[in-house]
C-alpha cells in the first residue's frame, strides 16, 4: 500500500483522493517513525431513493383501504356490539 506523511497528504490531497478513486488505500503516517494513522479510501456511491413512494409506478393504493368491519365501526363509535 502507497503512503503519505501528513505534510504530503496537504499539499497533495487531490491526488490522493483521485488515486483513491482508482482503488488505491492510502496509509496516512506521522511522526519521524513514520506512523500509520490514517487510511484513504474511496467510498462506494450509495443508490438513489425515489423521494416520493406514492409515485412510484409500482405502488397501488386499492379503493377499499380504509373500509373496516361493521364490527370495529361500532366499537369506534363507542356502540356496543
Known amino acids: ?3 503519505a506523511t501528513m505534510f504530503e497528504a496537504k499539499t497533495r490531497l ?3 483522493v483521485k488515486r483513491a ?3 488505491e488505500k492510502i496509509v496516512l503516517t506521522t511522526g519521524r517513525k513514520k506512523t500509520p494513522v490514517a487510511l484513504i479510501v474511496a467510498l462506494k456511491p450509495s443508490k438513489k431513493r425515489p423521494f416520493d413512494l406514492f409515485h412510484h409506478p409500482s405502488f397501488d393504493i386499492p ?3 380504509d373500509e373496516l368491519p361493521e364490527a370495529e ?3 369506534w363509535r363507542g356502540e356496543g356490539e
Open 1 to 3: 500500500m502507497p503512503e
Open 14 to 16: 487531490s491526488e490522493l
Open 21 to 23: 478513486q482508482r482503488g
Open 63 to 65: 379503493a377499499d383501504f
Open 73 to 75: 365501526l361500532k366499537a
